[in-house]
């Protein structure tokens, strides 16, 4: 048994970090299997050596997120705690705590993971990026900050969302309404990300005036679109032939996100995978960056990430046998 000192400056900094009921402490506390005594300024960490050691690496780290301004939760506690296990928790201090966008209601979107940091950097720096993981890792979410913020930027004249409408299949004559009423509830999280980062009457008035478009994948094509910021989502539904056209829709001054999941193909049996043959084809050519996400990087609940795991342990004994 091994006691060690931890001190925070300030009190406001101590309330961030402790959390409601000290919930967060208590995380800690659980993960590392160690006692945390708080008198004052100064919290003792007592238990085994390496694992006080572990829990002073983390609560350090996250005091950092602190004075970023940043909110303690849960998700970016057990974040912090996965690295720090890895012994990869210096990392955290190079990610860049600048902000992608600011959304309509003031709230600034940043990195939460390496694999987000990574990815916003390779948007950045190429014009076609291809954005691979599971649910709940922000791929769709970052490229349309990004894309606002190039629009806000005037680096780019529009915004392109798209996806294919792989579900509807015959199901669509049913429907009410025109095309577009009939297409809308496929598109609706890209509508969502894009309400969020402008409000409902900017995106309204921008969508208008043609500067933001949300349409199916088989809008595109026949086309070339210059100036603009393109994001194909649910990539993995895509056809081969679907994802040709859609690449050589790229025109000068423009950029290219593609996003997916490859273990979520609704596609009909039988049928091949755009998102899965592309990584192949583009993976030596250059201004072409693939990235990839791990049940990591994932920013919803912790059940997301068990959820994941468990379905890639499933696939694997499935391979096996």
Do not use: W
Request: proline share 3%.
């Amino acid at each position: 048994m091994v006691e060690q000192t931890f001190s925070i400056d300030r009190m406001e900094q101590a309330v961030a970090l402790f959390g409601s009921f000290d919930e967060n402490i208590k995380l800690i506390e659980k993960e590392f299997s160690v006692s945390v005594i708080s008198r004052g300024s100064e919290m003792k960490l007592q238990g085994d050596e390496e694992n006080v050691d572990k829990a002073k690496r983390a609560l350090t780290q996250l005091l950092m997120l602190v004075n970023r301004g940043e909110n303690i939760n849960e998700q970016n506690i057990r974040y912090v705690i996965s690295l720090v296990k890895e012994g990869n928790d210096d990392k955290l201090t190079a990610m860049s705590s600048d902000c992608v966008c600011i959304s309509a209601k003031g709230k600034p979107i940043k990195a939460k993971t390496l694999g987000q940091k990574k990815y916003i950097e390779a948007i950045k720096n190429n014009t076609i990026v291809i954005g691979v993981g599971p649910a709940g890792t922000g791929k769709t979410y970052l490229a349309v900050a990004l894309a606002v913020s190039a629009f806000r930027a005037k680096e780019v004249n529009r915004i392109i969302l798209t996806r294919p409408a792989v579900e509807a299949g015959e199901k669509l004559g049913f429907l009410p309404g025109d095309l577009q009423q009939k297409v809308d509830p496929y598109l609706r999280p890209l509508y969502d990300a894009l309400f969020d980062m402008l409000g409902a009457e900017s995106f309204q008035r921008y969508q208008e005036r043609g500067n933001i478009e949300v349409a199916p994948l088989a809008y595109m094509r026949g086309r070339t679109l210059d100036d603009s910021f393109i994001i194909l989502d649910e990539a993995q539904n895509t056809t081969p032939e679907q994802m040709k056209m859609f690449l050589t829709r790229l025109g000068f001054g423009s950029k290219i996100v593609v996003t997916g999941d490859i273990t979520q193909i609704d596609l009909p049996d039988g049928k091949r995978s755009g998102l899965v043959e592309v990584i192949k084809i583009l993976k030596n050519v250059d201004d072409i960056e693939t990235c990839r996400f791990s049940e990591k990087d994932v920013v919803r609940h912790k059940l997301v990430q068990d959820i994941i795991r468990a379905y890639d342990k499933y696939e694997e004994a499935k391979k096996k046998r």
